[in-house]
Structure formats: structure tokens, C-alpha cells
């Protein structure tokens, strides 16, 4: 009998692990959902600071939550060395969740998670023999009209190295790392300011919250570590002009580095990126001049590249003519 009390005892204990384990993988499933819910949604993020969060259209959910990155290749002619050189640029344009705490790409889901819209952009020209790769990443967050995360630059060539890359907290922190001596390791602190370099993703998100008049901006990561101008927050004078349904054109001017950016943008969503001009001096000392860089559209394509790394993938670069 004894025995008999022991094993219906057993079955009851046994039946009350089963149902708690159950439970605990139902509020598990509860739990991940929500999270996903979190870093996935255009309409709710968490750990945002800023007062007013922006609601997105059906057509801007749908065109950036696809689970597809936008990939726009561009015929470029750089100015280096007090010449024009013939190469090619590429924007990439995707959203992810940004792990808000590490400043990177999110692994898995958290709800501290903020959905960025992350720019990666490239360049590829050739000065005399050897080439020139540049590549600059930028992350905003899709749902607050505020500042980029995180900035990161970097540029070979076959002189060496320069990377430099920006964090946002409570100030901007930058660290910086070239070959010249006279530059060399930097680790140090700006103000928060207007970023050159997020400018192409606020276009992308919402233009009508881009930045017009007089204020102080930190040129791009490019400019500044090419030109080896100081790394702070310079005069500028910017402008929105809306030229017709078809074509809108915004414009930043920094009176100092003699320098004007020209950014060309479809006036109606997405905002796509239709080309740009630059003009700065280029070259060297007394004989430097100003010069006229300039990027024109080749072909868009919306497509999950992270997974078309196979060979029989390479035709995709013929169609974006690079």
C-alpha cells in the first residue's frame, strides 16, 4: 500500500513539473514575441530619450521592414591630388535593432533594443597606381528626430590605414588612429552637434526634419581625415530647396574649409539618393584648387545581400554596373 501511496504521488509531482515547465516556455514564447514586437516595429522603441517619437507610414514600414537592404551604386569622379579619378560608390540602406548599451548590431532580442536605419557607403577609385578603398557607417534611429548612435570611418590606400569612430553618450566620443605621426592614436571628446554624416539618413527617414541655417556642423569623417582638418564642429550655412515634385536638393556650405556639399534626392518617399557634388580644394599647398566631386545614379536593387555570397551571386554586381 505504502508503495502504491508513493507512486500516485509521484505521478502528481511528475504531472505539476510538466505543467510549470509548459507555463515557463508559454511566458518564454510571450516574452520573445514581445521583444521581437519591440526592435521590429516602426511605431515603438525603447530606451529613447528624446520627447516626441515619429509615426511612419504604411508605405515607409512596409519599404524598410521587408527584411531587404536598398543597394545603389553610383558612377564617381573623386577629386584627390588636384585631379579628377573615375571610380565608383555604393549606399547601402538597411534597418536592424542596435544593442542600445554596446553600440553595435543587436545579436538577438532585447528590449532595450532601438531600430536604427544604418547607412553603409563606399567608395573605390584609383590615384596613379594604387587604389583608394573608403567606407563610412552611420546609424539613426527610424523612430526619434535626433542625433546618430555611432559613426565609424575608414580608408586604405597603400600608404597605410586611417579609421576613426564615434559614439554617442553623453557627449560624442571619438577615437581616431591614422598613420601620420602628427595624428597618429586619438581618444577624445566634442559637444553634441549636427553630424555630416548622419544628414543622408535623416533624408532617408523624414527630409522635413533636416537641419536649415546658420549652425555648427562636424564635417564628414571622409573630409576631415582626408584633408586632415581638425576634428571639431565647424561653421555652416545649410538650405533645403524643394526644386519640383521630382528633384529636391539640400545643400550644406562651411564658409571656413571653402568646402559646399550638394546632396539630390527624390522629392516624394523613399527619398532615394539620386547623386551628389562636392567642391573643396584639392591638392597640395599653394597649388591646391578647387575642385568639383561628383557621384550620378547608375541602378537601385532591393535585395538581402548578406546572403547572395555565393558565385552564382556575381551577376548581381554586373547589374549594378560596378
Known amino acids: 500500500m505504502k508503495k502504491w501511496i508513493r507512486f500516485e504521488l509521484a505521478i502528481v509531482l511528475f504531472a505539476i513539473l510538466i505543467s510549470s515547465l509548459e507555463a515557463c516556455r508559454k511566458v518564454k514564447s510571450e516574452v520573445s514575441t514581445e521583444i521581437a514586437d519591440t526592435t521590429s516595429s516602426t511605431e515603438t522603441s525603447t530606451n529613447i530619450t528624446a520627447k516626441e517619437k515619429i509615426k511612419h507610414s504604411t508605405e515607409f514600414k512596409n519599404y524598410w521592414y521587408s527584411g531587404k537592404a536598398e543597394i545603389t551604386s553610383y558612377k564617381l569622379n573623386q577629386a584627390r591630388y588636384g585631379e579628377l579619378r573615375e571610380g565608383s560608390s555604393v549606399l547601402i540602406f538597411v534597418t536592424e535593432p542596435f544593442a542600445a548599451e554596446k553600440q553595435v548590431k543587436a545579436d538577438e532580442n532585447r528590449p532595450t533594443n532601438i531600430p536604427v536605419l544604418k547607412l553603409n557607403s563606399t567608395k573605390n577609385y584609383l590615384t596613379g597606381i594604387y587604389p583608394y578603398t573608403i567606407m563610412t557607417s552611420s546609424f539613426l534611429p527610424v523612430n526619434e528626430d535626433s542625433h546618430a548612435l555611432k559613426v ?89 530647396n524643394v526644386k519640383n515634385d521630382t528633384i529636391s536638393t539640400y545643400t550644406i556650405s562651411y564658409p571656413e574649409l571653402e568646402r559646399k556639399l550638394e546632396i539630390d534626392f527624390t522629392t516624394t518617399f523613399p527619398h532615394s539618393i539620386i547623386g551628389w557634388t562636392e567642391t573643396s580644394k584639392s591638392g597640395f599647398g599653394s597649388e591646391a584648387k578647387l575642385m568639383t566631386s561628383t557621384a550620378v545614379k547608375i541602378k537601385t536593387i532591393i535585395t538581402p545581400y548578406w546572403q547572395q555570397n555565393k558565385n552564382s551571386d556575381l551577376f548581381l554586381r554586373d547589374s549594378l554596373g560596378i
Do not use: M
Open 152 to 240: 565609424s570611418f575608414s580608408a586604405q590606400e597603400w600608404c597605410g590605414q586611417v579609421y576613426a569612430q564615434l559614439n554617442n553618450k553623453n557627449n560624442y566620443e571619438i577615437t581616431s588612429h591614422s598613420y601620420f605621426e602628427s595624428e597618429g592614436d586619438q581618444d577624445f571628446s566634442l559637444d553634441k552637434t549636427t553630424l555630416e554624416d548622419e544628414i543622408w539618413n535623416k533624408i532617408r527617414i523624414n527630409p522635413e526634419v533636416l537641419p536649415t541655417g546658420n549652425l555648427k556642423i562636424i564635417p564628414s569623417f571622409e573630409f576631415i581625415r582626408l584633408s586632415h582638418k581638425e576634428f571639431k564642429a565647424y561653421a555652416a550655412v545649410t538650405s533645403l
